[in-house]
């Protein structure tokens, strides 16, 4: 049973530059999630997917933008990279919307932005 | 605001030398609890869902326990390989609900 897998592992980015993220969710789950989870802190939501549209998002700007495609995966893009955007990205995967979200995390993406 | 707070956040303890995490929260309702177990620099690790006051579950030396404002895991016996970060989140009744996670809790178990 194929569990939630992110790419890439590791990314180093310079100030102003953009990054697109990875997620294919675990095998039968239709939701995706995406997470920042600073060092020392618990994981912030960021946004949901579902049907291919963003169904609920956190408190984050506009540089942050999904996408999920037909297949389920998901693209998570940052733009106009900060700082403070260093941190783990977490991706989840669940199925359906409503009911008790069990929630399954992938290995996550180390973002470094210097 | 929804709100989950963690204690302690950090916790040394010696092999076989049991103790309780703690976990509440201000949520209004409860539609789940979760808990998961997070190793340095990896994703968090699914443990436990708990959807009402009273509720039991077990894995191994782990057992979580639910109350109406809070949750408690409690690691018997531990051994060095349950060292981890163990996260708490709650979901709340209404609608379609993203998970609140607390800062969790740093789990350190000596030889």
């Known amino acids: 049973d194929a569990g939630v897998t992110q790419s890439p592992t590791h990314l180093i980015k310079t100030r102003g530059q953009q990054v697109t993220l990875r997620c294919s969710p675990k095998?039968?789950?239709?939701?995706v999630s995406w997470y920042q989870q600073a060092l020392g802190q618990g994981p912030q939501f960021i946004f949901q997917?579902?049907?291919?549209?963003?169904?609920q998002r956190g408190n984050f700007p506009d540089r942050f933008s999904g996408h999920q495609f037909p297949n389920y995966s998901s693209e998570l893009n940052v733009n106009a990279l900060l700082l403070g955007d260093s941190a783990l990205y977490l991706c989840?995967?669940?199925?359906?919307?409503?009911?008790?979200?069990?929630?399954?995390f992938g290995p996550g993406t180390r973002l470094t932005v210097l | 605001e929804d709100q989950v707070t963690q204690s302690p956040e950090a916790l040394r303890l010696q092999e076989g030398e049991s103790s309780s995490l703690n976990c509440s929260y201000t949520v209004s309702g409860l539609r789940g609890l979760f808990w998961y177990r997070q190793d340095p620099g990896k994703g968090p690790e699914f443990l436990f869902t708990?959807?009402?006051a009273g509720e039991e579950k077990e894995k191994e030396r782990l057992k979580a326990t639910l109350t109406k404002k809070e949750s408690f895991l409690h690691i018997t016996a531990p051994k060095p390989e349950d060292s981890a970060t163990y996260l708490c989140?709650?979901?709340?009744?209404?609608?379609?609900?993203?998970?609140?996670f607390g800062k969790g809790t740093r789990l350190s178990v000596i030889a």
């Open positions: 989140a709650v979901q709340a009744p209404r609608g379609n609900t993203p998970l609140v």
């Open positions: 708990l959807y009402s």
């Open positions: 095998s039968g789950h239709d939701t």
């Open positions: 989840a995967s669940s199925l359906g919307l409503g009911g008790v979200n069990e929630q399954f």
């Open positions: 997917y579902y049907e291919e549209e963003e169904r």
